[in-house]
């Protein structure tokens, strides 16, 4: 079977310093995997470089065993809250139907069929009733669930998302879950960044421990160890981030 | 189209200037009011630099306008006590005026800076163009001033004595100002630019500071008007300040670079504007920025010239490194001694380089060439490459142990960070893997003393 | 509502007044009145009125449109430099063909705003001087080179002294000929069209550049077609505008829109009008009295616009954001004596007087009581406040506007659905 993701000898630098090392990792179709790991592990660094939003400076990424250039249709990322200005000019709903102009190509126009599953996104994660309100008049939650709904907006079979569950409420949170087990129903593949290991642990099929290098991945219940966690939150290789700073102090 | 550069004679451009009581006496008062302005703007830009406020000096520097035009409407001449004042109050209702729209609206900061100043200065304008036949001040003083006819200007008397020409005394008093605002409240100021948090924990007040530093650059400003009007001021504002930042880290060095540039500036754009019969103040402005961005390439610590040459050593380097490792190798493997030929495809590069690189390694003493051309380390060479092999193998260790990486993906990342090792580093990497002896392929180790 | 009236006459007046001054200026110049320069204006029958309010139009909309994504994506400062950076272009393109013919000016500007681009550029990039600082230096230098080069055409023999290129410092849109106008109209024409066929993807890329780039939207490329545009934007304009102020024509429409409206389609329109507005009175009134410049007529007009904008636009104003925050108050206070009341509580007399002459309550000084509205009214009230208080204990984490908004919106700000669920909760906590 073709792997959902696959990363290959993936390193990924920031100006010149290293901050994932040689990421080899195989991720099935149809897993719920929760990605955690300590602050500047490289998580959203991971996720950005498997949307190619980041260069790799060497080794590769594959969806469905294509590079991600022929596959961002098949893919949906939700990046975190703060990355936009919410005081833009925008209602819900036209966040959501953002979704869909992945697949209008260059010159494509809004059509029906686009405002009706943008509509159904919003309904799925309960916000329907907020589509015309401009979105710095929703609550963090809810601006969450409104970035949640352009994902799915996308109609794709593979979500990463980057810390979907910081700084929303209980309620939300709960809707994010129920989201995320649905979308496994389906068959999708869910890459998800979380702090919460406890919640990671209940929720994900998968955990990917990651600090700035894979320290484990595969089943919640195998990988989730006293031991695993240590070399993933243990400072044990700040050598490696040395190694990092000494490549970026040479190179500058 | 072929008189745009008249040729350049040194007699006309400089002897003549400084020749002749009448030349020598304008050439002086241009240069001098020049460097005046361009210190004293120089000195405050430092500080808008240092905070992050550059364009603020630029939004200041557009909006004192109307000030400067209503004070000129109502006390009908230049240089006058209204003047400043006006334009000081106006100077400083700018920079609060462009903080509370974006402090009260959802106006971004840069957008209220790009409405407010524009308001104010199109407001100015009008007004001098209204009252166009009235006063002698135009337009085209607003953009350039008119420091070439500052020598012909009344001499201003200071208690009998005939001191120099009005706009330069009243420039020579800012720049007096100025360095002694500098000098006085050195600490405070660099504090608070420094570390905001800091100095409010300490005691001094960002607010004061900061509305403190925006009078004196709106009284800095208007004191410059008259020589370098509106708008090319911000040249002397942020070009000095800039230059210096390029060369330095210290604040009072800072000061000194900055200083330095603005009577570079006076002098080489008076003689620039000599030479191109053009306005002075645009060609001071031109030398200003001319001059920063020379030090963008030149700047022993920052400028791209240094950094291109550590680029090109860092490069040799790496290059030497990986012959050596290469050549340690092959006499590790007791296998027949390299021939120069086979150097350059064992290195992946051409003949030439490796040629050259064997070069360098011999110079130094790490390398010697028989004379059937075949290659071998010195023993001096054999102690470098062994301990850069023991990098190597030892990151293999930790990539292949700790990481986890599969064999064959060990080989390229430990290869990209032999050559950025230090001996501390290297001696932590070994504690941490428990002084390994062979790596995960099986080879020794070298141990180093 | 009084405020907002008496706003509109002061800023009517202050217009007048401006206009009488010029009328004095002029009068004393001894050129045409004022009245009959307005009403050959507005006859638009001698080709250089139509020229130039044609332009001044077209220049109000093309930079209105252009600006709401400047504005929206953090460029305004970036627009002023490069208006200022235009200017040894200018020169360039005129010494060129010796002529002011719009075509090489055209392009030795536009070049002169690429060379200035890529100067910040590497300034930013291979030095530790920070955007602003970078951009100062730019602009100034520039504009610096720009002000030799004139300087210095005015006093070649072979140009005389009458280049008139000082009208492209402050602008003169009376001085715009018919290739000037074709130049503009074609850059217009262009940069609307662009906008108009990748709008989604300039809202797009203005609102989340990462996710832009993950759904496939080359971002980069975007970018520069809206630098380009940016620029081409202020070469064209520069005539009727002027260097100096023309980026301000890119921001204040644009930022009026933003204070006017939530919808970016709506934002676009509306900054291309306000543009337009703001051209066409610019030009107007530089065209009632001679050397009065058009660009700063122009800046002003939008800048008028600005300030009512700022103070009363329905939602974003300041004014009228205080009125709603008055309003607000004298509401809460209101509904708190409801509740005080239904409560057995005492409330103050003006209170009282007023819950009595909205028909909620009855009696007077101590002997106050609720009539079968105002308990109706208050126990509503009083369901909504605990449904709250408990929505902010609990879920704790809400929009910082919403703590202030109307209590008797619960469903609308939180849901149905999570009101009906908090509900039930409160009936639990009360039951046990």
């Not at chain 2, 002098?267 to 019969?277: C, I, P």
């Not at chain 3, 974003?316 to 206070?333: F, P, Q």
Request: aromatic share 8%.
């Amino acid at each position: 079977m073709i792997p959902a993701i696959e990363t290959h000898n993936l390193t990924v630098s920031y100006s010149k310093r290293p901050v994932l090392w040689n990421v080899d990792v195989a991720i099935p179709p149809g897993r719920l995997v929760g990605v955690i790991g300590p602050n500047g592990a490289g998580k959203s660094t991971l996720l950005k470089t498997t949307m190619g939003l980041l260069p790799a400076s060497s080794g590769w990424v594959k969806i469905f065993g294509k590079p991600i250039k022929e596959a961002r249709r098949r893919v949906a990322y939700v990046p975190q809250r703060e990355s936009v200005d919410w005081d833009f000019p925008v209602t819900a709903l036209d966040v959501v139907l953002m979704g869909r102009y992945g697949r209008l190509g260059w010159f494509g126009r809004l059509k029906a069929s686009d405002r009706q599953a943008a509509q159904e996104a919003l309904q799925k994660v309960g916000m329907e009733a907020f589509a015309r309100r401009q979105i710095s008049n929703l609550s963090g939650g809810q601006q969450q669930r409104v970035f949640l709904a352009r994902a799915l907006a996308q109609e794709t079979d593979v979500y990463l998302m980057d810390e979907p569950f910081v700084g929303v409420d209980a309620a939300t949170e709960k809707a994010i879950l129920e989201l995320l087990s649905e979308l496994r129903e389906r068959g999708k593949t869910v890459l998800v960044v979380s702090h919460d290991l406890d919640s990671a642990r209940r929720n994900c099929d998968d955990l990917l421990l990651l600090n700035m290098r894979v320290v484990a991945y595969g089943a919640a219940k195998e990988v989730f160890t006293p031991p695993l966690l240590q070399k993933t939150y243990g400072g044990r290789l700040t050598i490696l981030s040395d190694a990092a700073d000494a490549v970026w102090e040479a190179e500058r | 189209m072929n008189d745009l550069i008249p040729p350049f004679d040194w007699t006309r451009v400089f002897v003549e200037q400084w020749t002749g009581a009448a030349n020598i006496d304008a050439s002086f008062w241009v240069v001098a009011t020049g460097a005046l302005a361009a210190i004293s703007c120089g000195i405050v830009g430092c500080f808008l630099i240092l905070r992050g406020m550059a364009m603020i000096g630029d939004a200041v520097s557009h909006a004192v306008l109307p000030g400067i035009a209503g004070a000129f409407l109502l006390s009908e001449s230049r240089a006058s006590f209204p003047m400043f004042l006006g334009a000081a109050v106006v100077g400083v209702l700018t920079a609060a005026l462009i903080e509370a729209v974006y402090k009260s609206s959802r106006i971004k900061a840069d957008a209220s800076m790009g409405v407010v100043f524009p308001a104010l200065f199109a407001f100015g304008v009008l007004l001098i163009s209204l009252m166009a036949d009235k006063v002698d001040l135009d337009q085209e003083c607003v953009l350039y001033g008119e420091i070439a006819f500052v020598p012909f200007e009344a001499r201003a008397e200071w208690f009998g004595w005939t001191a120099g020409p009005e706009s330069t005394m009243v420039l020579l008093c800012a720049a007096l100002v100025v360095i002694g605002g500098v000098v006085l409240f050195y600490r405070p100021l660099l504090i608070a630019s420094f570390d905001p948090q800091l100095a409010t924990s300490m005691g001094v007040s960002a607010a004061v500071v900061h509305y403190g530093l925006m009078t004196v650059l709106s009284l800095t400003v208007v004191c410059s008007f008259e020589a370098v009007g509106a708008i090319l001021v911000i040249a002397m504002l942020i070009a000095p300040g800039a230059t210096a930042y390029l060369f330095t880290d210290r604040l009072p060095t800072m000061l000194w670079i900055s200083a330095g540039h603005g009577l570079f500036c006076a002098f080489a754009g008076w003689h620039l504007s000599v030479w191109l019969d053009c306005s002075t103040a645009g060609a001071m402005a031109v030398v200003g920025a001319g001059l920063f961005f020379a030090a963008l390439v030149v700047s022993p610590r920052h400028g791209l010239l240094s950094r291109l040459t550590r680029r090109v050593q860092l490069a040799r380097r790496v290059a030497e490194e990986n012959a050596l490792g290469t050549l340690y190798r092959s006499q590790e493997e007791g296998g027949d001694s390299i021939a120069s030929a086979s150097l350059a495809e064992l290195l992946g590069v051409s003949a030439g380089g490796a040629k050259r690189v064997f070069r360098r390694l011999r110079r130094k003493g790490w390398a010697v060439q028989d004379g059937a051309g075949t290659l071998a380390l010195t023993k001096a060479g054999m102690g470098r490459a062994a301990q850069l092999l023991r990098a190597h193998r030892l990151w293999e260790t930790l990539l292949s142990n700790e990481v986890g990486l599969p064999d064959d993906h060990l080989h390229s990342a430990a290869h990209l960070l032999e050559h950025y090792i230090d001996e501390e580093t290297l001696k932590a990497l070994s504690d941490t893997l428990g002084n390994p002896s062979v790596d995960p392929h099986g080879r020794p180790i070298p141990k180093v003393d | 509502m009084r405020p907002k009236r008496l706003a509109v006459g002061a800023a009517l007046w202050t217009v007048a007044a401006l206009a009488r001054a010029e009328r004095i200026a002029d009068m004393d110049a001894g050129g045409a009145g004022w009245v009959d320069q307005a009403y050959r204006f507005l006859q638009m029958s001698d080709p250089s009125v139509r020229l130039g309010a044609g332009g001044s139009l077209l220049l109000g909309v093309l930079c209105g449109a252009l600006g709401s994504f400047i504005v929206l994506r953090g460029l305004s400062l970036i627009g002023d430099t490069l208006g200022h950076a235009v200017l040894p272009g200018v020169a360039v393109g005129f010494l060129a063909v010796g002529a002011k013919a719009p075509g090489p000016i055209f392009i030795g500007a536009m070049a002169a705003g690429a060379a200035a681009a890529g100067c910040m550029s590497v300034a930013t990039r291979y030095s530790r001087v920070k955007p602003d600082a970078a951009m100062g230096i730019v602009l100034s230098g520039f504009f610096g080179l720009g002000i030799v080069l004139l300087t210095r055409i005015q006093k070649m023999p072979s140009f005389g002294n009458q280049s008139g290129l000082d009208k492209f410092l402050f602008g003169q849109a009376a001085a715009m000929n018919a290739g000037d106008l074709v130049w503009l109209a074609s850059v217009a024409a262009l940069s609307l069209a662009v906008i108009w066929v990748f709008f989604k993807q300039f809202a797009a890329v203005s609102f989340d550049e990462i996710y832009a780039h993950s759904i496939g939207i080359p971002i980069r490329l975007f970018h520069w077609i809206l630098m380009f545009m940016l620029t081409a934007a202020v070469v064209v304009s520069i005539k009727a505008a002027g260097v100096v102020l023309v980026s301000a024509m890119l921001v204040i429409p644009a930022s009026t829109a933003y204070l006017l409206t939530d919808r970016l389609p709506h934002l676009t329109l509306m900054s291309a009008a306000i543009g337009a507005f703001s051209g066409l009175m610019g030009s107007f009134i530089s065209f009632l009295g001679p050397g009065l410049p058009t660009g700063p007529l122009m800046v002003l007009c939008a800048s008028f616009l600005f300030a009512l904008a700022y103070g009363f636009s329905p939602r974003h104003g300041l004014l009228t954001r205080m009125m709603r925050r008055r309003a607000n108050r004298k509401r809460t206070a209101l509904e708190d004596a409801l509740r005080e009341l239904l409560g057995g509580g005492a409330v103050e007399p003006g209170v009282g007087a007023a819950l009595v002459r909205q028909g909620f309550a009855q009696g007077g000084g101590g002997n106050l009581r609720l009539t079968e509205e105002g308990r109706a009214r208050a126990e509503r009230i009083r369901r909504n406040r605990e449904l709250w208080e408990l929505y902010l204990t609990r879920e704790a984490e809400i929009a910082p506007d919403h703590a202030q908004e109307d209590s008797e919106e619960i469903e609308h700000v939180l849901g149905a659905e999570i009101v009906q669920r908090l509900e039930e909760e409160l009936k639990k906590g009360r039951a046990e």
